[in-house]
Each structure stands twice: as C-alpha cells, then as structure tokens.
C-alpha cells in the first residue's frame, strides 16, 4: 500500500466551513471530500468538451424551432379551412347593398386589424 502523502493547502474560510459540515453530515473526512473531488476533477474521461455541451444545446434549439414550424403550419392550415368555409358559405351581396356592406366590411377589417396590433404590441 501507498503511503499517502500530507499536503498543506489554504482555502478560504467559508469554504473550509462548508467542508466541515459536509464531513459531518455525511460521516466521512474532509480527506476523503478532497480526494473524491480531485479525483472528479483529474478524471478526463467523465470531462465533456465544450463542443459536445454547444452541439446538445443546438439540437435542443433545433426541435422547438421544428415543433414552431409545426404549429404554425397547423394554425396556418386551419386559417386556410377557416376562409375557404366561409367563402363558401357566405351568400352573395345583392347589387344595390354592395357599397354599404364593402364600408361595413372595411370597418369591421380595421376593427380587427386595431384588436390585432393591439394585442401584438403587448
């Protein structure tokens, strides 16, 4: 067996608080919280390279902007059935009531643009 060696190193005092009450809560030396921790630390095959951490991260990126893109072509799908319903349904205007219903029509459109904009800007 190894003999181990005594090392003197300085930590700050919250830090060496903060061992303290881990080696007690625990039940094991501050020796052996050291060691474990060096241990972690000198162990290259548990190290991710910071290309790998970029990479995850942009996978993540990469399926919220494909679960967007799906959402957006279900809304804008259901909008397209939405019109093509009501353009279908929707009863042609007579001619001498064609002028009053395009000015209602256009009242009723910048109505809905001003609720639109309204509600975008919050």
Aim: hydrophobic content about 40%; proline content about 4%; charged content about 30%.
């Amino acid at each position: 067996m190894v003999k181990p060696r005594r090392l003197n190193i300085r930590v700050t005092e919250k830090m060496t608080k903060q061992l303290e009450r881990e080696a007690r809560l625990h039940g094991v030396t501050m020796t052996a919280i050291i060691e474990a921790a060096l241990e972690k630390y000198f162990d290259t095959a548990n190290v991710e390279p910071p290309e790998a951490l970029v990479l995850r991260r942009l996978d993540r990126i990469d399926r919220r902007q494909g679960m967007l893109e799906r959402d957006l072509a279900i809304n804008l799908e259901t909008l397209q059935h939405y019109i093509l319903y009501w353009l279908t349904v929707t009863q042609p205007i007579p001619e001498g009531a064609r002028d009053a219903a395009h000015a209602l029509g256009q009242r009723r459109y910048d109505h809905f643009a001003a609720q639109v904009a309204r509600n975008i800007s919050v």
